[in-house]
Structure formats: structure tokens, C-alpha cells
């Protein structure tokens, strides 16, 4: 390549770059401390606050600089974060977390109690929707000195433990916010919060630049001195800057599906799909079950025998991944694969709708049903592409619309759709992020990724409740492994994939995936060598 | 007949008539050639060009290049040529009110035309499309919407070059009414331009079609090629057969229609030709 | 802009301050037009901006959505939001976005060099190696050079902009490794100016060639079919006889009168060219404003949409000047011609 030649050039042309900063390794040969570590942002955040903005970029930069009060490893049990221990009452109302002390912000202030409280029963419960769903079950919250947290909840809610970690819960300083207006703070372009790493600089369009908080109340982190995250708006130059050892860290979609197989066979490089469990996103052709003939049930079930999960995981996937079960991911808590299975076959498929009386017309056709496409890029085309076809094969005739984001929102949300796509994040417990999907009492029209499908079931609906309020696990997975089975009969929408995302690291990086929410922890132990 | 005469000895127009039956009889035998839907996923996926039984290759997904090219020539073709029948429509309607009745309506229609002709035109079909949602209606809405205004200025022009004639004088003093001097006496004198102009339309309006689908504007249900260039832009390095052929499909259809155009210009307008030739 | 021959030194400052006067007139009535336009359009298009912010939080309630509308004023009657609008336009507050949550302005100023480089660069390039080409075969009329050159333009006139840009991609990058494929910029290379002046420009070949090959064809044939109207015309037969050199008689007279209505077309197609920019951008990955305006579309980010459609334009009208300005510096009559 000529980017080498162009290299020469500058070194010949004896200009020196003092402004730039350095790109590719820098850490002196042996040190296992410091060092620079170069990684991609895509897209770029509008805002590091993660309190205020939830969007993945967001998160992915904001985990270096706040912190929750707990961790969780990548089969999701809670570790300490910046809370040391922590406690549950018999009656499972009352959790009391005890911080670590010298826990400082950005500016020097210290981290207290106060500043829990503030961020879980205050600020979160303006600015952040999936806090405020676990927060409002929060009675009261109390600070019996500065470094214990007592919540006492309304009743038992048995997820509340899995709600601490810094996507969810990534404590704010009280003395910055507290009485402001949140969203327009002009603290936010400063971003202050606890974690190892503060922005240093930020500029627009090009990096993010995250520097040691030299105050940090773990002994011996972070051992970076710094982390710059690129901005690097094209896929085949995010490929090419890793696979040149100028980026050492990629992560979600940063490498498209189809490099991955190429990149992976790079000697310096390291893929892992760990890391996203706590997410664990969940891919499915969701039904419209008000519409005939998508409110029978059999109809739906002709649909999961028509899909080759395989073969759409293999095409458009490039093999990663793994094909969905049932509504619980089986990367997610409580999951339970005992359940009726679904085997591609199209005899099963057609067998199913002639049961329903969707006979064959001419030309083999039954119905037509329109599909949203999802706007989100190429790869939600080839998923409407390849169900298309599939479910072609059976008689359906699918008819792909094309729409724009706002557009494809607004018709989801308004239940104005036959059949679409869709991906939700479990969130590390079905009560947090599954049953949301399918639960009557979520059923809300213009709301987004509620139960849009309009799917109801009494008896299931008392097992999700049950399930979230048992506190004994051994309780919940059996209730849960009875409402599996139940939604796998009913199959209010067509599961497809558990998705994979491929992370890319150089090998000389270290414990960069050291929890379920992998590259958003805070990066203070990741060392190079 | 002497223009058909005309045209036959006009070497670049014969070759470019030729070029487009062939893309013709293509569109027309595709169910016979091809009788699979295109988007069906057959083989293997990156087959490369005569591997596992696919001419041109197989797509990401295991798709036939070949058959994609083939179904695509009927959407591109129909996009053309109708989108251009309704520019044509819009921009003799403006061009022949504003020639015909001149003064403020002129002045008023002629403001419109250069506006649109100010806007970036694709970035007006972008938003166009965006806007009203990617079907293949809508794509063609989009392309006439932007393709009019050349025409209406060439209709204008021929208008107020036939106004004043005599015959067209003549005709109004007889008591015919404007509608019937119009369509009888003035359109006839200028349709040979328009049909010339128009032709080249199709072309240009084939071109915008494949950008658009190019850019994931497209019908998502029409095979059209430039979704499959757009589809395969990613993957150029590892697969080159699948942006290639669709491209050459329609740089061979856009060459088959200016070249009859000009063919078409020669021999209609001879007055117009800009001729290298001595 | 007519400027009076016959005036003395006061009216022709007058009639010059009239002219711009009507001209800023003009500009700022077709600025309004073009804005209220957009926004018709993007009003009347089904999706709501709430919904989209709301969406990527990977969250939304009803509240939230409330929150949104109220913050960016979603909520006014929507003849409210218009007006709102062109004050805003017509004090040059493009107001701010939605999804980068930025001011409109400073994303546009971001993106607008690198389209003006790529635009200036291929705008020149198409007009004078068409210029030159189109003598070129001009003056070689029907021999077997002009016939290739007409093959090669008709050729290029019919190519897709973005396979053109892919094909040279294919060749110089993938096969040849000469160019750089995609981006504006060589990154993870630390380098000074001038180096970073040269990869800038090594990365501008590729995409300037192909938003440029359409027009160069043009211009070609334009150029080639006026250099032999002109060539045969009385005047230059004049001069030859007059005894002035071959190369003296081309580039003095034929050059002179044949550019003229090559410059004329070059103006009328400003705007198509602009709107090449996007389609190329998103080849090249060339941080555009064409590209701006494809993810403000797919995010239906208004406001963005809005003061790009309007710079746009703007930069149309500026190069309809530009040529305008260039064709009175060719041609010395047309000033006398304005005051007929």
C-alpha cells in the first residue's frame, strides 16, 4: 500500500508532527506499566455523560469515566465496583452498600453517599428511562453515614442487585448537578465522574482523549497513562487501521461481519465474541399479532419452521452468533433450552398453514404481508432479504417496505406494521430486559421497544410478575423456565439469533474482557504486556 | 421514411439502436432465461464468475449476479422510461404555457424552473425519496420531479420561436382556440427536439435511478443494479464480479441511449447537428 | 449586472450598488423559497424526530418523548416552527441538531472544505483537460486521436459516477496498491504539514477523477464541436492570411471565442455537480457535507437537512457567479452587449 510510501515521505520531508498525537504502540520495551492505548469510536458520541445519553458510543466512552456501584462477570454475578460488600435484608427490601473510601471525582471532590442517592432517586429518574424503570420501585434511600447506602424498596424486586452496573447506574457528582437543569449543564463537556480515565481533550470529528485521574482509589490503577479513541467513520479504514497494529481495540460493529474471518487470522491480533452478556442482544422477526393471519399462533410457528437459522447466521452473519431458542438469551440468566424446538422444515411450515386454511393460490401464494425494513444498515437489508426468501418458499409472499429511522420508530411504536425486525438487549436479567417484550402491562402504544407486537397471555403474564418479585434463584428459574415454554408455544415473535460481536485486540493488550459488559469497564487493569 | 432512411446511414445511432433491442429482447426473455426469482439465495455465496454453475458469479448472500442483471434491466428500464414520460409531460405543460402566453406567467414559470434548476437535483431526489419512503413510484416521482426542467426551457424556447410565425397566426385569426393552436399548429413544429432531449432523459434518468438504489434509496423489492454495486461496494476486495457486471450492464444500456439520441438528433435536427463531420 | 457604458463615474457606481442590491434581493428570495420548501417537505414526511433521539437510547417512555418535543420545540403549531425558522435562516443560525446534538453551523463549516476541495478540484480539472482535450480533437478533426477521444467521452458520459469511482478503486488500490481507497487522510501516521498536504492529496485523486470524468466528457465535446465552428469561421481565415502563426492564430483567436459556450454549460451545471458530491463522498468515504446529508436523511435529522439543502444552493448561485465572472474576463464584449 501506498500509506507506507506516504510515511517515508513525511519522515524524508523532515517536518515533525509535534502537534499530532502518537499513533501505534508507544510504551518503552519491557514496561508492563503505562503506555498509550489507540482504540476506535463509532459513531462518535454527541455527549460523554452517560446519564444523559445512552446511545452505545456513549456508553462504550463513558465507562472510563463513571462507575457504578457494582460490576458483573461475564455470567452476570455482581463483584464490587464502587461498592465494597453489600447486603440484602431476609425480606429482600432493604439492600445496604458499603463504598470503598477515598473515592474522589474528576475535579477532587470525594466521592459519598450523597452522590448515590442523588444520582439513583434524582438524576437518573429524569434523564435515564431504563434506571428510572428499577429506581421507581426505590422507597426510600438512605445515607446512615458517608460511605453506606441503604435502599429500601417498595416490595421484593429480585433483578435490583443487577442494576448497579456503570451503564445503568454511573454515579454523577450531586455538587455539579444537584438544582441544575441536567441535559444543558455546561459541566457535561466536562464529563466528570470517578472512573480511572478523564477527558482530556476532545476534538470533534477526528479523537477522544481520555488521561489517567491520577486520584483513582485503587492501588496501582489504571495502569495506562492514556486511552485515545479514533474516530474513523469508514469501515474498510477502521479494518486497515487495525490490522496495522495503529489501533489496538475494535469492538461491536467497529468490523463489519464479512472481515471478520480474515482479521482473525492476523498473528498480532486476538478475537474474542465475550463481553456482551450483559447485553446479550436478541435478534427476532417480530409479528404484528393483532393482524390476521399473524394472530394465529400457527401461523407464527410456520414462520419459526420456515427460517433457516443456520443458514441466515452462516450468510448473514459469517458464522457468528448463535440460533435463538426462546425469548431468554441463552447467554442471559434463568434461560432455559428445554423448550419446543422449532426445526427448519418446510414440510412442518406448510403443514401448519394448510391446518390454518391459508390454502395455496395460484402460483403456490397464500398471503402477503409487508415488512418493515429496518433502517439501521445493510446488514437489517440482508435479514429482511433472506426472510423474504424464506418465507416465500411456504407461500408467504413478503413485501419488504423501505422507511428512515423516525419513520420506521414511529410505525413500530403506533403498531402501523405487518412484520419487522428487531434487537433488544436482555440488560443481564429477564425482568430487566425481557419480559418488557412480553408482558400485557407493557403493551403501550408509542412506545418503543415495548411489547409493540401486542402480545397477551394471562398465565404468562403472572409468571414474569412472580418471577421478578421471587427472591430465592432456584424459585425463579422455575418460574421461569414455565413461562419459557409457554411464550416458545405461543411465539408471539419469530426468534432468530443470538448476536455475537466480534472484539479485536492486540495481543499484547491485557484482561481487556474482565466482565459482561466487556469493553465499557473501566479499562483499569488493562495493561500491555 | 427518409428519416428512417437517414437514421439506418447514421453508423453510432445503428449501433447504439442495436445495443438497446438487445438489452430489450434481455428484459423481455428474462422469466424464460432466469425463470428463478432473483433474490433467491441458490448456491454457494462469493462464488466467483463460472464456479459452481453461475456465469457472472454468486453475491453475499448466494444470490446470481447473472439473474440479478438480468430482472434488473426491466426495473431499470421501466424507471426510465417512465419517469421520463412524466418530465416530459410537466416540462412541456410549464415550458408551453410560459412560450405560449409569455409576459408574467412566462416570467413566473421560468423563476420555478430556474429554482429547481438552482437546487442540486439529486440531493432533491434524495430527499424526495427519503421523505416519501423508497417504493418504485416514489423513485420515479423523484426523478421527474428533477428531470423537467431542461425540457420545460427547450419547449418554451420553440414556443416563442413558433409564436409568431404565420401559420401559427393565421391559425389563432381563423378562431381556433389556443388549446386547438397549440396541439395542432405549434407542438407539432417542436415536438422533434423534445423527442430528441427526451431520449437523453431516459438515459440520465436511468443513471439517477441506479445512484439512488446505489445509496440504499431504492425499491427494496426491485433488483435493480445499482443496489447490487451498493450491496457489493464492501466486499470489493474480496469479490470483485459482483460490482463489475452490473456496473457494465449499465454503462452499455446509458452508451445504447445517448448514442441513439444523438443518431436521433442528427437526422431530426439537422439544422441543430453540431457536426464534426464535413 | 449591467454596468452602463455611456455613464460617468457616479452612475456607474450607482447603477453597480443597484445591480447588487437587486442581486442580494434575488439571493435572499430564492434562500427563503429554497428554505420553506425543505421544510414543507421535511414536515410533511411521516416519522417523528422524538422518536428517532428517543430510539437510540436503546429506552424510550412516554416521558422522555415529552421531554424531547418540549427541548427542541417539536411541540409548536408547526406554521410556529416555520417562522421560527426563516428568522433563524435569514440571521445565518442554522439552529442546531438533534442527533449530534451540535449547532447546525459548526457541523456544516466541519464537512464544508473537504467538499470544496473535492468539488473546486474536480470542477477545474473537468474544464480544463476538457478544454484542452476538446481542442485537442478539434483541430484533429477526423483523424484517428479526435475519434478516440469522442469513443473515450461518449464512454465516460454513460458511466455511473459511483462504479467509476468502485472501478478505480479496483484498479489503483486493490490491484495496483498506487492510491488510497477511502478517507480523506492517511491515519496512525504522524506527519507534518507538507507531507499531510500531499497524502490529502493523493487520497483527492481518485474521488475528484470521478466526479469529474462525467463533466470532462462534456466539456470535451463541447469544446471539439466549437473549435471547429469556430476554426471555420471568417475571421480566423483572416488572420491566417494575415500571416500569424499556427499556434498564435489558436490560442489568440480560435481558443478565445470557442471556450465561450463551453464556460456557459459549465455554469448550468453547478448543481449537478454538487449533487454528484454525494454520491462520490459516500464511495470514498470523503467526509463531505454529501455524505452530512446522507446521515442527516437516514436519521431525519431536520435541521441538518435543512442548512445543507441551503448551503448547497448557495454554492450553486456562487459558481453560477463564478463562471459568470470567468466569462467576462474571456469574453471582452459582453459588457457592451448587457447595455444593448
Redesign the interface.
Known amino acids: 500500500?501506498?500509506?507506507r510510501e506516504?510515511?517515508k515521505?513525511?519522515a524524508a520531508?523532515?517536518?515533525?508532527?509535534a502537534a499530532?498525537i502518537?499513533?501505534?504502540i508507544t510504551r518503552a520495551v519491557g514496561q508492563t506499566r503505562g503506555g498509550t492505548l489507540n482504540a476506535i469510536i463509532q459513531p462518535?458520541p454527541?455527549?460523554l455523560v452517560t446519564a444523559i445519553?445512552?446511545?452505545?458510543p456513549t456508553l462504550t466512552l463513558g465507562g472510563k469515566i463513571y462507575e457504578g456501584l457494582l460490576r458483573y462477570s461475564t455470567d452476570l454475578k455482581p463483584m464490587p465496583g464502587l461498592a465494597q460488600s453489600w447486603t440484602i435484608s431476609p425480606d429482600a427490601r432493604t439492600y445496604t452498600f458499603k463504598l470503598f473510601p477515598n473515592i474522589t471525582f474528576h475535579d477532587g471532590k470525594p466521592c459519598t453517599a450523597e452522590d448515590v442517592i442523588f444520582t439513583c432517586t434524582k438524576m437518573l429518574m429524569e434523564t435515564h428511562?431504563?434506571a428510572?424503570?428499577t429506581f421507581q420501585r426505590v422507597e426510600k434511600a438512605e445515607a446512615p453515614d458517608p460511605l453506606t447506602v441503604v435502599f429500601t424498596l417498595k416490595e421484593p424486586f429480585a433483578p435490583f442487585l443487577s442494576s448497579f452496573d456503570c451503564t445503568t447506574t454511573p454515579i454523577q457528582p450531586k455538587h455539579i448537578y444537584d438544582g441544575t437543569d441536567y441535559?444543558n449543564n455546561p459541566a457535561n463537556a466536562r464529563a466528570i465522574g470517578t472512573g480511572p480515565f478523564k477527558l482530556k481533550e476532545w476534538v470533534?470529528?477526528s479523537h477522544i482523549h481520555l488521561a489517567k485521574h491520577e486520584g483513582y482509589y485503587r492501588q496501582g490503577e489504571p495502569h495506562l497513562d492514556e486511552i485515545i479513541y479514533?474516530i474513523?467513520?469508514?469501515?474498510?479504514?477502521r479494518s486497515v487501521?487495525l490490522e496495522?497494529g495503529?489501533?489496538q481495540l475494535t469492538q461491536w460493529t467497529d468490523v463489519?461481519f464479512?472481515d471478520v474471518t480474515r482479521l482473525k487470522g492476523l498473528p498480532h491480533l486476538e478475537m474474542t465474541t465475550q463481553g456482551y452478556e450483559l447485553f446479550a442482544p436478541h435478534l427476532w422477526v417480530e409479528l404484528n399479532n393483532r393482524v390476521a393471519p399473524m394472530n394465529d399462533k400457527r401461523f407464527r410457528q410456520a414462520v419459526a419452521h420456515a427460517i433457516d437459522k443456520t443458514?441466515m447466521k452462516n450468510?448473514?452473519f459469517f458464522g457468528l452468533g448463535k440460533e435463538a431458542t426462546g425469548p431468554i438469551s441463552s447467554k442471559t440468566r434463568f434461560y432455559d433450552g428445554n423448550v419446543k424446538k422449532y426445526e427448519y422444515s418446510l414440510e412442518k411450515a406448510r403443514a401448519l398453514l394448510d391446518d390454518m386454511g391459508l390454502k395455496a393460490g395460484p402460483g403456490g401464494k397464500r398471503v402477503t404481508i409487508k415488512f418493515l425494513?429496518v433502517?439501521f444498515g445493510?446488514i437489517w437489508?440482508?435479514i429482511?432479504?433472506?426472510v423474504?426468501?424464506s418465507l416465500?418458499r411456504v407461500g408467504i409472499e413478503v413485501?419488504?417496505?423501505?422507511?428512515?429511522?423516525?419513520?420506521w420508530?414511529?410505525?413500530v411504536?403506533n403498531w402501523e406494521y405487518e412484520m419487522t425486525s428487531n434487537l433488544l438487549?436482555q440488560l443481564g436479567d429477564p425482568a430487566l430486559g425481557v419480559s418488557r417484550t412480553y408482558v400485557t402491562s407493557n403493551i403501550?402504544k408509542?412506545?418503543?421497544?415495548s411489547n409493540t407486537q401486542g402480545y397477551s397471555n394471562p398465565e404468562a403474564d403472572k409468571l414474569w410478575e412472580a418471577a421478578a418479585v421471587a427472591t430465592d434463584d432456584a424459585k425463579r428459574q422455575e418460574l421461569y423456565s414455565q413461562v419459557q415454554k409457554i411464550v416458545v408455544e405461543d411465539m408471539p415473535v419469530v426468534w432468530l439469533i443470538e448476536q455475537d460481536y466480534p472484539t479485536f485486540y492486540d495481543k499484547k493488550l491485557k484482561n481487556v474482557i474482565t466482565s459482561g459488559i466487556g469493553v465499557h469497564e473501566t479499562f483499569g487493569a488493562v495493561r500491555f504486556g | 421514411m427518409d428519416t428512417i432512411r437517414a437514421f439506418s446511414r447514421h453508423p453510432s445511432g445503428m449501433i447504439g439502436l442495436a445495443i438497446l433491442l438487445v438489452v430489450l429482447v434481455l428484459a423481455v426473455l428474462a422469466p424464460v432465461l432466469y425463470p428463478e426469482d432473483p433474490w433467491e439465495m441458490v448456491g454457494r455465496p462469493f462464488a466467483p464468475p463460472l464456479t459452481d454453475g453461475f456465469l457472472l458469479g454468486s453475491d453475499t448472500l448466494g444470490r446470481d449476479v447473472a439473474a440479478g442483471i438480468i430482472h434488473g434491466t426491466r426495473v431499470s428500464l421501466t424507471i426510465g422510461v417512465t419517469s421520463t414520460l412524466a418530465a416530459v409531460l410537466i416540462g412541456v405543460l410549464i415550458g408551453a404555457m410560459a412560450g405560449y402566453w409569455g409576459g408574467r406567467v412566462d416570467d413566473f414559470l421560468m423563476r420555478v424552473t430556474e429554482l429547481f434548476q438552482t437546487i442540486p437535483g439529486f440531493i432533491l431526489a434524495i430527499l424526495l425519496v427519503a421523505t416519501l419512503g423508497p417504493s418504485l413510484v416514489n423513485v420515479i416521482v423523484a426523478i421527474s420531479v428533477v428531470s423537467w426542467p431542461p425540457l420545460a426551457r427547450l419547449t418554451r424556447a420553440e414556443f416563442l420561436r413558433l409564436r409568431g410565425r404565420e401559420f401559427v397566426q393565421a391559425a389563432a385569426c381563423q378562431g381556433e382556440t389556443p388549446l386547438q393552436v397549440v396541439l395542432r399548429h405549434i407542438l407539432p413544429n417542436a415536438i422533434s427536439p423534445i423527442i430528441v432531449t427526451g431520449s437523453l432523459t431516459i438515459a440520465s434518468a436511468i443513471l439517477i435511478e441506479s445512484a439512488l438504489s446505489f445509496m440504499g434509496l431504492g425499491d427494496p423489492n426491485a433488483m435493480s443494479w445499482g443496489f447490487m454495486v451498493g450491496a457489493a461496494r464492501t466486499v470489493i476486495r474480496q469479490a470483485w464480479w459482483m460490482s463489475v457486471f452490473p456496473g457494465i450492464a449499465i454503462l452499455l444500456t446509458v452508451l445504447a441511449i445517448n448514442l441513439l439520441g444523438e443518431g436521433l438528433n442528427d437526422t431530426l435536427n439537422p439544422r441543430n447537428a453540431r457536426s464534426g463531420r464535413h | 449586472m449591467t454596468t452602463s457604458a455611456s455613464g460617468a463615474q457616479g452612475h456607474r457606481g450607482i447603477a453597480v450598488a443597484l445591480a447588487i442590491l437587486g442581486w442580494a434581493a434575488k439571493f435572499i428570495a430564492v434562500v427563503l423559497v429554497i428554505a420553506t420548501f425543505a421544510f414543507v417537505l421535511v414536515k410533511a414526511a411521516p416519522g417523528d424526530p422524538a422518536q428517532v433521539m428517543a430510539g437510540q437510547t436503546g429506552a424510550a417512555d412516554e416521558r422522555m418523548l415529552a421531554q424531547i418535543r418540549q427541548e427542541y420545540g417539536l411541540d409548536k403549531p408547526v406554521i410556529v416552527q416555520l417562522g421560527t425558522h426563516l428568522k433563524r435562516v435569514l440571521t445565518l443560525d442554522l439552529g442546531f441538531s438533534y442527533r449530534q446534538r451540535q449547532p447546525v453551523s459548526t457541523l456544516i463549516l466541519e464537512r464544508l472544505p473537504a467538499t470544496l476541495l473535492l468539488t473546486g478540484t474536480a470542477f477545474l480539472l473537468a474544464l480544463f483537460s476538457g478544454i484542452l482535450l476538446g481542442t485537442l480533437a478539434g483541430l484533429r478533426a477526423g483523424k484517428w486521436s479526435d475519434t478516440l477521444l469522442t469513443v473515450i467521452s461518449l464512454i465516460l458520459y454513460a458511466m455511473p459516477v459511483f462504479w467509476l469511482g468502485l472501478m478505480m478503486v479496483l484498479l489503483f488500490s486493490v490491484q495496483l496498491g498506487w492510491l488510497p481507497a477511502f478517507g480523506y487522510q492517511t491515519i496512525g501516521v504522524t506527519m507534518g504539514p507538507f507531507a499531510r498536504m500531499l497524502d490529502v492529496a493523493s487520497h483527492l485523486v481518485l474521488p475528484a477523477v470521478s466526479l469529474a470524468a462525467i463533466y470532462l466528457a462534456i466539456y470535451t465535446r463541447l469544446m471539439r464541436a466549437s473549435v471547429i465552428e469556430v476554426a471555420h469561421q471568417d475571421f480566423i481565415k483572416t488572420a491566417r492570411a494575415k500571416g500569424l502563426t499556427q499556434s498564435r492564430i489558436i490560442t489568440g483567436h480560435i481558443l478565445r471565442n470557442a471556450i465561450l459556450p463551453v464556460v456557459t454549460i459549465a455554469g448550468m451545471q453547478a448543481s449537478a455537480l454538487v449533487g454528484g458530491a454525494v454520491v462520490v463522498e459516500t464511495v470514498f468515504a470523503w467526509p463531505g457535507l454529501g455524505r452530512l446529508t446522507y446521515e442527516a436523511v437516514m436519521q431525519r435529522d431536520y435541521p441538518v437537512l435543512l442548512g445543507i439543502f441551503l448551503v448547497m444552493s448557495v454554492l450553486v448561485i456562487v459558481l453560477n457567479l463564478v463562471t459568470d465572472a470567468i466569462y467576462r474576463l474571456i469574453d471582452p464584449r459582453v459588457t457592451t452587449r448587457a447595455t444593448n
Open positions: 500500500m501506498n500509506r506516504f510515511a515521505l513525511a520531508a523532515g517536518v515533525a508532527g499530532e502518537p499513533w501505534g462518535e454527541p455527549v445519553n445512552q446511545q452505545q428511562p431504563r428510572r424503570g441535559r470533534r470529528g479514533r474513523i467513520p469508514d469501515a474498510a479504514s487501521a496495522k495503529t489501533v463489519e464479512f443458514a450468510r448473514v425494513v433502517p445493510e437489508q440482508r429482511a432479504e433472506f423474504r426468501q416465500g413485501v419488504l417496505e423501505g422507511t428512515d429511522v423516525a419513520g420508530g414511529q410505525k411504536s438487549y403501550r408509542g412506545v418503543l421497544f
